[in-house]
């Protein structure tokens, strides 16, 4: 059997977190080429743990000599074969993470962009079998990101309000920060 390592979440095992085999098969399923520096991306958003921005992967990845350039056409890519997902945000520049291969989906903090990829088994089959049902579609399957306040964020006190969507002079309510 394949990877079905059920209840091993968390961060840590590197070599089964990049799936690289995996990887590099969808690469060469579209006949492209999977270079040490794609590579090299693919692995930061792999291991970065938080939803990250095209210059934020170049600045972690200039010492690994990868080009600004080629960071961003790699991130586009990586986004085109489904394996980076573009987060909803707010404003500002657009930001990224790493699917996991088989079925799960990113749960996201708003405030400090971590990111707890979750097991997706099932998630959605009611909605799914009620639209075969109700529109005929053959579904195949669901893209889902689900945002919120990590616990850190929240004892704390910082929303995503307080981080940077502030409106200008007003100071908000209550002690510091
Ligand atoms: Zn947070
Ligand atoms: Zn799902």
Redesign the pocket.
């Known amino acids: 059997m394949a990877a079905a390592t059920d209840g091993q979440h968390g961060a840590g095992a590197a070599g089964d977190q990049l799936q690289l085999d995996v990887v590099a098969d969808i690469f060469a399923g579209h006949g492209l080429p999977f270079t040490r520096q794609r590579q090299a991306v693919w692995e930061y958003f792999c291991t970065v743990g938080r939803a990250s921005t095209a210059a934020e992967a170049t600045e972690a990845l200039r010492e690994r000599g990868v080009a600004q350039a080629t960071v961003y056409r790699t991130v586009a890519l990586l986004t085109e074969l489904g394996l980076l997902v573009r987060l909803h945000l707010g404003e500002g520049e657009a930001c990224y993470t790493a699917m996991r291969v088989g079925?799960s989906?990113p749960l996201v903090c708003r405030v400090c962009r971590r990111v707890v990829d979750f097991d997706?088994d099932g998630?959605?089959a009611f909605l799914e079998r009620t639209l075969r049902a109700t529109t005929g579609f053959a579904i195949y399957g669901?893209h889902?990101e689900v945002y919120g306040i990590c616990p850190e964020c929240a004892a704390q006190g910082r929303d995503a309000s307080t981080e940077g969507e502030r409106p200008p002079g007003s100071e908000g309510s209550g002690e510091g920060r």
């Open positions: 079925h989906h997706g998630d959605l669901h889902l």
